[in-house]
């Protein structure tokens, strides 16, 4: 069936560094891919999004490429800050659906 | 967007007992979803809630376990029955809506069973 692998954190970083948590999938069909976050004690968020091969979702700095060919969507930030600190999940809706199948999120923590 | 509010936010309950939880959407929305979060986990897909008809439950859950109910495009409830230590979790209630069919999420009820 259809399932999201993402990289095991913590992932720690000092402030001003890169960023990248990966994100691969299996899935029959054309997915749509998804990047959420959870700051701490709060709900999910959405962060972005890809609907098809090649388009780049973002938003706040954050970006990530919808890659068919290596079926994956790594999330990328070129300068984290403290309050990037959060769990990101990557996640994929079945073409024509709308629910979703995460990954088992990844949790990222930035030191002044 | 959407802005999905859930009650109740947060609550502590005896085993045994059940509770309800209430979704509402700001828009008419077509679809209605149900996750769990269970500690420093992921999330799973407990049901698809269906306005008119009985919800689609994902393997592993029931509808003894979790009744669903969707009485209309912008509302629908979650109970967890006969509650146990392990369904403490956080319950989150989602919905597509917007251009696009983005997917949107409540700020969850987290439930404490003791």
């Known amino acids: 069936g259809d399932s999201v692998t993402q990289m095991e954190g913590p992932v720690t970083l000092s402030e001003e560094a890169f960023l990248t948590i990966n994100c691969t999938y299996t899935a029959t069909g054309y997915p749509s891919l998804f990047w959420y976050v959870q700051y701490p004690g709060e709900g999910l968020q959405l962060l972005l999004k890809a609907t098809k091969a090649d388009d780049k979702g973002s938003n706040k700095g954050f970006e990530a490429t919808y890659r068919k060919e290596t079926t994956s969507f790594h999330l990328e930030k070129g300068s984290v800050q403290v309050s990037d600190s959060a769990v990101y999940f990557c996640?994929?809706?079945?073409?024509?659906?709308?629910?979703?199948?995460f990954g088992a999120g990844t949790r990222l923590a930035v030191h002044p | 967007s959407a802005v999905i509010s859930q009650k109740p936010s947060r609550d502590i309950c005896q085993r045994g007992t059940s509770l309800t939880i209430q979704c509402q959407v700001d828009?008419?929305?077509?679809?209605m979803f149900w996750y769990r979060q269970q500690p420093g986990q992921s999330l799973t897909l407990i049901a698809t809630a269906n306005q008119g008809s009985e919800a689609t439950y994902e393997s592993g859950f029931v509808i003894d376990k979790f009744p669903i109910s969707r009485p209309n495009l912008t509302f629908s409830t979650l109970t967890v029955s006969n509650m146990s230590p392990e369904d403490s979790s956080i319950y989150l209630c989602?919905?597509?809506?917007?251009?696009?069919?983005?997917?949107?999420f409540g700020e969850g009820s987290w439930l404490t069973v003791v």
């Open positions: 996640a994929l809706a079945p073409g024509g659906y709308n629910k979703l199948i």
């Open positions: 989602s919905a597509a809506a917007g251009s696009g069919n983005t997917i949107y």
């Open positions: 828009s008419q929305v077509t679809m």
